[in-house]
């Protein structure tokens, strides 16, 4: 479960920076739609940014409050995905 979470958050943070990179490249862009729509990306990262780090020191702290039941939840998500990419 620690894996597939820490390989989302990654995906996650590799989408924030590809959209901070645009964000960056666009800069010397003039006009006032362009001038809104930055403004609109930048608030709309700063609040994917956020909610990325509550939602990790969350997901943590339940993972640490209920071991087992984490492993349980992973080991019945994995038993399903078996049953079903065994299928043909």
């Given amino acids: ?3 597939a979470g820490d390989k989302l958050m990654d995906e996650l943070r590799a ?3 590809a ?3 645009l964000l960056s490249v666009t800069a010397d862009q003039v ?3 362009v001038q809104e729509a930055r403004a609109r ?3 709309t ?9 509550g939602a990790g ?3 943590d702290a339940k993972v640490r409050a209920h071991p087992w039941a984490a492993v349980g939840v992973a080991a019945g998500i ?3 995905l078996g049953i079903l990419l065994s299928r043909k």
């Fill in 1 to 3: 479960m620690d894996a």
């Fill in 15 to 17: 989408a924030v920076a």
């Fill in 19 to 21: 959209a901070e990179e």
């Fill in 31 to 33: 006009g006032p739609k």
């Fill in 41 to 43: 990306a930048e608030e």
């Fill in 45 to 53: 990262l700063r609040g994917a940014r956020e909610r990325l780090q």
């Fill in 57 to 59: 020191r969350d997901l």
């Fill in 78 to 80: 994995g038993l399903i």
